[in-house]
Antibody, heavy 125, light 109 residues
Framework: QVQLVQSGAEVKKPGASVKVSCKAS????????INWVRQATGQGLEWMGW????????GYAQKFQGRVTMTRNTSISTAYMELSSLRSEDTAVYYC??????????????????WGKGTTVTVSS | QAVVTQEPSLTVSPGGTVTLTCGSS?????????PYWFQQKPGQAPRTLIY???NKHSWTPARFSGSLLGGKAALTLSGAQPEDEAEYYC?????????FGGGTKLTVL
């Protein structure tokens, strides 16, 4: 069945970077975009950006521009989200989700069907 | 960035009907915002219920429906069940980026 399996929890110090992985199985990885969404403890959802695994094209929410990088390794059907210059406010659960729709530089048509279980990132000194 | 607004909390009786709404700080919500609804239970990843205003996924219970109502996106639950108690988030697409609402905590009581 279609699955997205995310990497395990991370604890990082302020100023460090974290790289979260999202391994796809059960479908052709390069056929659908991967989106990333995060959720701080007790807070709402926050869309971070998208990546096209076929082209490598990406789009990021303005809030994360310059700090986030989304990449992929098609040989192992895995997407990555790296967030740098971490601060305590980045403590959150990070989710990847498959998008059956599409995103471009100017719009996103989202049909997110399958989600990973989330990766907890804790930023603490 | 636009702000997407939802009711912070709502309560519905078992078997009852409730409508959750999703507004935009930029004006009326239209089909061009591709309104999207998620359900999230404590400790779980979000689950998508509705996309593009009113389209359902194969797992979306028939008692959920999406629409546009009075300049807002709406999620209507008809015949609430105890298992529908959850947080519900809407998401709207704007040029450049989608934005989530703050969520509605739905209590079935």
């Amino acid at each position: 069945q279609v699955q997205l399996v995310q990497s395990g929890a991370e604890v990082k110090k302020p100023g460090a970077s974290v790289k979260v992985s999202c391994k796809a199985s059960g479908y052709t990885f390069t056929s659908y975009d991967i989106n990333w969404v995060r959720q701080a403890t007790g807070q709402g959802l926050e869309w971070m950006g998208w990546m096209n695994p076929n082209s490598g094209n990406t789009g990021y929410a303005q809030k994360f521009q310059g700090r986030v990088t989304m990449t992929r390794n098609t040989s192992i059907s895995t997407a990555y989200m790296e967030l740098s210059s971490l601060r305590s406010e980045d403590t959150a659960v990070y989710y990847c989700a498959r998008n059956l729709g599409y995103c471009s530089s100017t719009s996103c048509y989202l049909i997110m069907d399958v989600w990973g279980k989330g990766t907890t990132v804790t930023v603490s000194s | 960035q636009a702000v997407v607004t939802q009711e912070p909390s709502l309560t519905v009786s078992p078997g009852g009907t409730v409508t959750l709404t999703c507004g935009s700080s930029t004006g009326a919500v239209t089909s061009g915002h591709y309104p999207y609804w998620f359900q999230q239970k404590p400790g779980q990843a979000p689950r998508t219920l509705i996309y593009d205003t009113s389209n359902k996924h194969s797992w979306t219970p028939a008692r959920f429906s999406g629409s546009l109502l009075g300049g807002k996106a709406a999620l209507t639950l008809s015949g609430a069940q105890p298992e529908d108690e959850a947080e519900y988030y809407c998401l709207l697409s704007y040029s450049g980026a989608p934005v989530f609402g703050g969520g509605t905590k739905l209590t079935v009581l």
